[in-house]
């Protein structure tokens, strides 16, 4: 039991690391943010499918329902995708990654109302502390600044993200978590596809690497790999395990961006590394 504890979290982790990649990605590609997120989602869903055909998986929808839950975590998933670009790149990827990482907070407390079960005070206080180290890491804040737009875009994407998994995790033990982003994102592709008529796609050429790069790693691997996690962990613990993305992202913009972070920088992801492995030791042991 424990030796598959040891892959369910091996595999959550490195799903996480994919959807890291994310931050930089974001900050990097140069295209209009709806454009980036229609071919992120439209590339993404195609390679889903041909994955999901290769594997044999029943990608059915059984009822009317099922779809409009689908469909409502979709838009859910595509505010996120959408406000989460903008916060990096009216901040940077450190201060975008982390703003987005109250959503272990939201999470903990809004999932008694999804599953009606009591409200983990343990996971309340993970919460706050991930939430003590963003504010460690976030700069002096001016209304007046993009960095405080950042913020505020962050904490709303966080919203709409802990929606999204909550209102997934309904439907988690039906149906193939690969075939479940499947369906988002190609509903996302659609709802989007007016912009690329719209807006300006002329340097596609050069960015299209970066643009596959984000389909095939960040979407169709990292995503389908957190969502199937939630088959064998709760939404909050999930969450708060996923709260090493910011950690990733900042060494990965460190690398490729050469954003250098600073002293508040390790204090505070010393903090969210703190609670990923007290949540990490504490599923273990359920």
Not at 44 to 63: M, Q
Not at 109 to 116: A, C, D, Q, R, V
Not at 225 to 235: A, E
Request: glycine share 6%; aromatic share 14%; proline share 3%.
């Amino acid at each position: 039991m424990k030796n598959q504890h040891a892959n369910h979290l091996f595999e959550l982790l490195v799903g996480t690391i994919f959807i890291s990649t994310s931050g930089v990605l974001g900050k990097y590609i140069d295209l209009p943010i709806p454009v980036i997120i229609w071919y992120r989602s439209a590339l993404g869903a195609l390679f889903l499918y041909l994955f999901c055909r290769y594997k044999k998986f029943d990608i059915k929808i059984n009822s009317k329902k099922d779809f409009f839950t689908v469909l409502l975590s979709s838009l859910f998933l595509g505010v996120h995708w959408i406000s989460y670009f903008y916060a990096l790149k009216l901040s940077n990827v450190a201060l975008g990654m982390l703003s987005l990482f109250t959503f272990p907070v939201i999470t903990a407390l809004l999932e008694p109302l999804f599953i009606k079960s009591k409200l983990n005070v343990i996971h309340v206080v993970l919460g706050l502390i991930v939430l003590i180290g963003i504010y460690i890491l976030a700069p002096e804040f001016d209304f007046e600044n993009s960095h405080v737009k950042g913020v505020l875009l962050g904490l709303f994407s966080a919203i709409c993200y802990a929606l999204r998994n909550l209102i997934l995790k309904q439907h988690i033990g039906q149906y193939s978590g690969t075939a479940l982003m499947m369906y988002q994102i190609s509903i996302l592709s659609i709802l989007l596809l007016p912009f690329m008529f719209t807006m300006d796609i002329s340097n596609i050429t050069t960015q299209f690497p970066y643009v596959i790069a984000l389909a095939l790693i960040t979407t169709a691997i990292g995503h389908s790999m957190f969502i199937h996690s939630l088959r064998y962990f709760t939404v909050s613990t999930a969450s708060i395990i996923n709260s090493l993305q910011p950690i990733f992202g900042i060494i990965m913009a460190y690398f490729f961006l050469k954003e250098i972070p600073n002293l508040n920088t390790f204090i505070g992801g010393s903090l969210i590394l703190t609670t990923v492995i007290i949540e990490s030791v504490r599923s273990r042991n359920k």
